[in-house]
């Protein structure tokens, strides 16, 4: 059995049937209310929110941002914890339509159009990291308390320090930090992470597609995306053309336009990619915690904290095809360093403790169950037996260097390709960890996996990664569209673990049901995950769902499942964990609104409440209660939804 498992519990709430309606559906016994929707001011200098209000630079600097995703929940006192406390969360990236819905819809978003600046600077500002203060009132109530002096936003022109390797190295040097110590803005912060010292981890994953770079490509520009010609929603037209360079748009375009790095904005892409600390107590400046490597970061998971140990957090690459990876510190853990909720420290300096110097490692699925953590360091040796700094180029002991192609390092490794990493959760007390694949369309049998050789044609070839990756054993399905859930437990070594399949997404009707799911917890995409750490009974963990997958998605909307999973024997060798003897363990809590997707768990210490975002609804939310159905046609808000049952008592039991 698993080591330190605790006493399993038994899901008591009827399994919710799958919907397709504007409203998020809960269990009998439930309620769902609608908190801090995007647009909720957060201080006196933005007004209350009005479908009709044109939303002006200043009016979403002081309000919540769009399309909630990954978030957690900061005590202020831990006697006050499960009603009183800060929430995090991301505000991943925009819906154009919505946020310009008085006027019809953006300006200048057709070929060549230039965009007003006074528009991009809304859509920056919408961008980031909402912190706000959260109360309950005495009916059960949760409300945001108004000009909170905690209350704050982090957008994509806030001012942020470079930490770790790539700090003050050449590969950052910009014209806004000549000395590479600075960068302005996070970007597409989509899942999260937290520390055991009291900081939010804000991740950056769809960035690249922000900035162009139309000539002076180097190998990592290719290997991560930067795009060509127009960036996701055109921020770099506001510059103006060459002779008026807006410096707050133009370093959007990191297309080489000076003499030197210090000139342009050639670097700013390398300045994003990372894991992001932000201290929500104290709103000191927000630090990018470049150790643990660059690239689409989908979140951050800390690992089983053990007194006298290194502090280990996991990381997903959401791209298909692309690695997991894990991150080990140099400093071993002293519980002296834990949160004290709500007191006013150094919180960062801490984290520079933990965060700034380790070893990050890619993982290895091997066929056997087994796997290996391929540490992404200069002098590691790659598949072919050269040193990562031969095969990359890179001077010797040039760490920087690598973090800045981690991926291309984790190639050279041997690294499995994976169906799209993207959300990770750790049960505490096994220290068991769990990873959502969500899917991926460039899976085939064969496969076209890269080659690399010895020469400068080769290094050229390494900026493109897998086109298609061969099945393997964590990633069995061809064409894979509803994705599975993995989980592993560290072995012996710093370097060996064991690994199973959890749960395979899929249609009841599908051939490749492998774990028999039924009507009552069908499922595809798996995509948030949250391990709910419970005293003295066995914890639920939670999956949400960003799902496309046909059979599926005609059956329901978008979800959130519970699973309490069963203990592990990784010797048994068994591949399906869920296999169909055990169903009342695996079922649907919640189904969103049409069109969102359910991301972001996060629950008071008490379990009385759940948090959940639903991102990008199409015709919602109306009211209050979150389970009413849209009546007519509403400018649609991403927003947090708390969700209770009547009675008071714990979620899910
Ligand atoms: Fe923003 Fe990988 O989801
Ligand atoms: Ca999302
Ligand atoms: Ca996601
Ligand atoms: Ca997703």
Redesign the pocket.
């Known amino acids: 059995s698993a080591a330190g498992a605790k006493t399993p519990l038994a899901l008591a709430f009827d399994a919710v049937r799958g919907a397709m309606t504007d409203a998020v559906v809960v269990p009998a016994g439930y309620t769902a209310q609608v908190l801090i929707p995007w647009g909720t001011p957060l201080n006196s200098k933005a007004p209350s929110w009005s479908a009709e209000r044109h939303i002006t630079p200043e009016i979403q600097a002081n309000s919540v941002g769009m399309?909630h995703?990954g978030m957690h929940n900061f005590p202020l006192d831990e006697a006050t914890a499960s009603r009183h406390m800060l929430l995090a969360l991301n505000n991943?990236?925009i819906d154009q339509k919505a946020l310009w819905a008085p006027q019809g819809g953006p300006t200048g978003m057709d070929e060549g159009g230039k965009r007003p600046a006074d528009e991009v600077r809304t859509e920056i500002n919408a961008h980031g990291v909402t912190v706000v203060e959260l109360k309950k009132d005495g009916d059960g109530h949760w409300h945001p308390v108004a000009d909170s002096s905690y209350n704050r936003r982090y957008t994509s022109a806030t001012d942020m320090v470079l930490s770790g390797p790539i700090a003050g190295s050449d590969y950052v040097k910009t014209q806004y930090s000549p000395n590479g110590t600075n960068t302005r803005g996070t970007n597409n912060n989509?899942a999260n992470g937290y520390t055991p010292w009291g900081t939010y981890l804000t991740c950056e994953e769809n960035w690249p597609g922000y900035f162009i770079k139309d000539a002076g490509r180097e190998m990592d520009d290719n290997r991560i995306g930067i795009s060509e010609g127009r960036g996701r929603y055109g921020w770099e037209t506001a510059a103006g053309d060459d002779s008026e360079q807006n410096d707050e748009f133009a370093r959007f375009n990191a297309t080489p336009r000076g003499d030197s790095a210090t000139q342009d904005y050639r670097n700013e892409p390398r300045t994003f990619g990372y894991i992001v600390e932000i201290d929500p107590y104290t709103g000191e400046k927000a630090v990018k915690r470049t150790a643990l490597g660059r690239f689409r970061h989908e979140g951050c998971w800390p690992g089983k904290l053990v007194e006298g140990e290194p502090v280990v957090f996991y990381s997903g690459h959401d791209s298909r095809n692309e690695y997991i990876y894990k991150f080990v510190s140099e400093a071993v853990w002293d519980p002296a360093d834990a949160n004290r909720p709500g007191a006013n420290y150094d919180r960062l300096a801490i984290g520079a403790k933990y965060m700034d110097k380790g070893t990050l490692y890619a993982a290895r699925f091997n066929a056997d169950g087994s796997g290996e953590w391929l540490p992404l360091t200069p002098d590691a040796t790659t598949q072919d037996g050269r040193t990562l700094a031969q095969a990359l180029n890179l001077a010797a002991d040039d760490l920087a260097g690598v973090i800045i192609h981690t991926c291309d390092a984790a190639d050279l490794m041997g690294a499995t390709p994976m169906d799209r990493p993207e959300w990770g959760a750790v049960d505490p007390a096994s220290g068991d960890v769990y990873m959502t694949l969500t899917n991926n369309s460039d899976r085939t049998v064969e496969g076209t996996a890269p080659t690399f050789t010895n020469d400068g044609a080769a290094i050229e070839d390494m900026g493109v990664g897998y086109g298609t990756a061969p099945t393997n054993a964590a990633n069995p399905r061809a064409d894979n569209g509803a994705g599975q859930v993995i989980r592993w437990r560290e072995g012996d070594t710093a370097t060996r673990f064991d690994w199973q399949v959890f749960v395979f997404g899929a249609a009841v009707g599908d051939a490749d049901n492998f774990s028999g799911l039924t009507e009552q917890n069908q499922f595809a995409s798996p995509?948030g995950l949250f391990y709910d750490d419970r005293e003295d009974e066995q914890g639920i963990l939670w999956i949400q769902t960003?799902n496309g997958y046909p059979g599926v998605a005609d059956y329901t909307n978008n979800q959130v499942l519970a699973v309490v999973p069963q203990s592990v024997d990784y010797a048994e060798g068994d591949a399906a964990v869920i296999d169909g003897s055990d169903q009342e363990q695996l079922k649907r809590f919640a189904v969103g609104p049409n069109d969102c997707?359910v991301?972001g768990v996060a629950f008071t210490p008490d379990k009385t409440a759940m948090f959940i975002n639903i991102?990008?609804p199409g015709n919602w939310p109306s009211v209050d209660d979150a389970t009413v159905e849209t009546d007519g046609t509403v400018r649609p808000r991403a927003s947090t939804v708390v969700i209770q049952r009547e009675d008071g008592g714990k979620i899910g039991v």
């Open positions: 399309h995703d991943e990236y989509c995509d960003d997707e991301t991102q990008h």
